[in-house]
């Protein structure tokens, strides 16, 4: 059985897939199980980027699109490795030995997930690595602060994060949160200063940061299930992150 599986979700983006499987290509691979679920129109150019890079352990499934959370559960049915990994089309390895030194913790210390830290790569092509953060901080804030684990600094066990749902499709933007936030219920993961992934800013999330921030407050509601003066925390720390970033925003259109 493989240690790892690396999910890639992919639509449409052969420029994004064939960087992140350069980027894969380039780590220590033993017993790494890799996973494509695509959803592109054309269902050759994907397929065939894969077959040239000759992976031992790989394989592909193309699903009628349905959204990314749709992809990610699918490419968790599939997995087959004792922990899992998404390095979604257009994401990066931070450099070769990532999972090398990953899985050193893994072998030594058997954790149910482990969080480390990202990259940002801006428009302007700098990278931007997220600072530390104190995960007791924020979870004593019910995550409500803005600081989260992303998805592409998690590495958690396969099974752990299906008993715990996996990717809920009543988040359309969230859903990766959503899942963060119900593994923090069954144990706090292993934190490291390992910087994992880079990937590019922006996205939907972004975008449509309002829609994301209802979500957030949704999915701790429903999963934290704060009452009481821990209620009133969470509402706090909302409102005050909610103001922040609008004030930015709107600082930055004038």
């Not at 380039?26 to 996973?35: N, R």
């Not at 899992?84 to 030995?97: E, S, V």
Request: hydrophobic share 40%; aromatic share 12%.
């Amino acid at each position: 059985m493989p240690w790892l599986t690396v999910v890639t979700v992919v639509k449409d983006d052969p420029e994004g897939f064939a960087h992140s499987l350069e980027s894969l290509t380039a780590q220590d691979l033993a017993g790494v199980e890799f996973v494509v679920v695509d959803s592109s129109g054309d269902p050759e150019t994907i397929p065939q980027l894969l077959l040239d890079v000759s992976l031992p352990d790989s394989h592909l499934e193309w699903i009628e699109p349905s959204g990314i959370y749709s992809a990610m559960n699918t490419g968790l049915g599939q997995a087959q490795g004792d922990f899992i990994y998404y390095l979604n089309a257009g994401d990066t390895f931070c450099d070769a030995r990532v999972l090398g030194d990953i899985r050193t913790i893994v072998e030594s210390v058997n954790p149910v997930w482990i969080v480390g830290r990202v990259e940002i790569s801006e428009r302007s092509g700098a990278r931007v690595p997220s600072g530390p953060w104190n995960y007791q901080t924020e979870k004593n804030a019910l995550f409500a602060r803005g600081l989260f684990p992303p998805h592409q600094g998690t590495i958690c066990r396969t099974e752990s994060l299906r008993n715990a749902g996996g990717f809920d499709a009543k988040y359309s933007i969230s859903a990766d949160y959503a899942a963060a936030l119900s593994l923090s219920l069954v144990s706090d993961p292993l934190m490291t200063d390992r910087v994992i992934a880079t990937f590019f800013e922006g996205g939907v999330s972004t975008e449509r940061w309002q829609d994301s921030f209802r979500e957030f407050h949704q999915a701790r509601r429903l999963i934290l299930k704060p009452r009481g003066f821990t209620s009133l925390v969470e509402r706090f720390h909302y409102w005050k992150h909610f103001a922040s970033v609008w004030l930015v925003r709107r600082l930055r259109r004038s």
